[in-house]
């Protein structure tokens, strides 16, 4: 089903609100998870309003959200997420990252206390945009093993870098550090499907190719050990040193059982320290033409800079309607229903 833009966003302000945030915030969190459905990543798109009513229902939730700078200090600060939304929380840390990295050429900003900040494009974006580049990472619960393990012990941890190219669409790289979404696997398991053998294993450690079995086992680090290191570092830099929490210790944010303990890094440079921007700039140029004109490996037809397939479906999305299953159209409604909110997306209840 395509949805435009302003229906879901006010839609999406309307519950957000009705759960207890304030409007300001309602606004950026909307605006958060409607660039993730159109960008095609509806893990973190829209569909969390159905968590975030239900962790707000169970009083699991601090809204409205209350953000803070809680260290501040030269080139550094850590942000309070206060239990609240994590868009908010993000936000905050990117605008207090690219401020202070422009007074200092560099600066670190941590988060703590916050809850599912969803997809990370959203904020090194944000920062590129202003000429600098963002490299940034977050903790998740605990769902993959560290290679060679058979434990849930990591999250999905993923991680982002953002580069200035001087035009809309920048340097966008913003992974997980799993090989696939644990989604990914629910799908298959919905769908009767098998999966490839190097998603995840199960439960005793065995790779497997039942998706009923990984759902119980641990997912695989991307690149194996390499993936594995990726992972560890960015629980050690976004969960441990941020004074969140770490490890197995996270909760999930779609099972209401506790704060989740989120944290997250930024580091933002700002290029101009470096060299002039508008001199990056044509390196930049020149260096995305070279490698989008090179000679194409058998199979391909285009070869994408980091970011440019989400790119261009974002901007279709905005032009010809956000794609939402109807499953996600209809949870929203009903909670439209129950809050006897004016907002209808026009899912069939
Ligand atoms: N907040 C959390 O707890 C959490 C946890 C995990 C993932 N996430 C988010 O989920 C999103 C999806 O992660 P993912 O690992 O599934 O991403 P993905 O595998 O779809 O893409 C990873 C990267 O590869 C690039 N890419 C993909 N196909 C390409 C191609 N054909 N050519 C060139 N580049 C290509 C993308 O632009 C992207 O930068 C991210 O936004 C991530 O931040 C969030």
């Not at 050429?105 to 969803?118: E, F, H, K, Q």
């Not at 050690?236 to 996270?250: D, E, F, R, T, V």
Request: aromatic fraction near 8%; glycine fraction near 10%; charge should be negative.
């Amino acid at each position: 089903m395509k949805l435009i833009y302003n229906s879901l966003y006010d839609c999406a302000v309307e519950v957000l609100e009705a759960c207890g945030e304030i409007k300001e915030n309602a606004e950026i969190v909307a605006e958060n998870l409607i660039k993730a459905d159109a960008r095609g990543i509806n893990t973190h798109g829209t569909y969390l309003l159905t968590p975030i009513w239900e962790r707000a229902n169970a009083k699991q939730l601090s809204l409205p959200t209350n953000a803070y700078i809680a260290v501040d200090e030269g080139a550094t600060a850590v942000i309070d997420g206060g239990d609240g939304l994590g868009a908010v929380a993000g936000i905050l840390a990117v605008k207090t990252a690219v401020q202070k990295a422009k007074q200092y050429g560099v600066a670190s900003v941590l988060i703590r206390n916050t809850n599912n900040i969803g997809a990370l494009a959203c904020y090194t974006e944000v920062a590129a945009k202003e000429g600098m580049i963002a490299i940034m990472s977050c903790n998740a619960a605990p769902a993959m093993a560290p290679w060679g393990g058979s434990e849930a012990f990591l999250g999905t941890n993923p991680f982002a870098i953002g580069i200035y190219t001087g035009h809309d669409m920048v340097f966008s790289a913003d992974m997980a550090s799993s090989v696939v979404a644990r989604g990914k696997i629910r799908k298959a398991a919905r769908n009767g499907e098998t999966i490839p053998d190097y998603w995840a294993t199960d439960d005793e450690g065995n790779f497997t190719t039942d998706p009923n079995a990984a759902l119980k086992g641990a997912l695989l680090p991307m690149s194996g050990p390499k993936g594995s290191a990726i992972a560890l570092a960015v629980d050690i830099i976004s969960g441990m040193l941020s004074g969140a929490q770490y490890a197995p210790n996270l909760k999930s944010f779609h099972t209401p059982e506790g704060a989740t303990g989120v944290g997250a890094s930024l580091i933002v440079i700002d290029i101009s320290r470096f060299m002039d921007l508008k001199v990056f700039q044509e390196h930049m140029e020149g260096y995305i033409k070279s490698i989008k004109s090179m000679k194409k490996a058998k199979g391909f037809d285009e070869i994408f800079i980091p970011g440019e397939i989400e790119y261009k479906k974002e901007q279709d999305s905005y032009k010809y309607g956000i794609e939402l299953d109807e499953k996600a159209v209809k949870a929203i409604d009903s909670i439209c229903e129950a809050f006897r909110l004016k907002n209808r997306l026009g899912g069939q209840l």
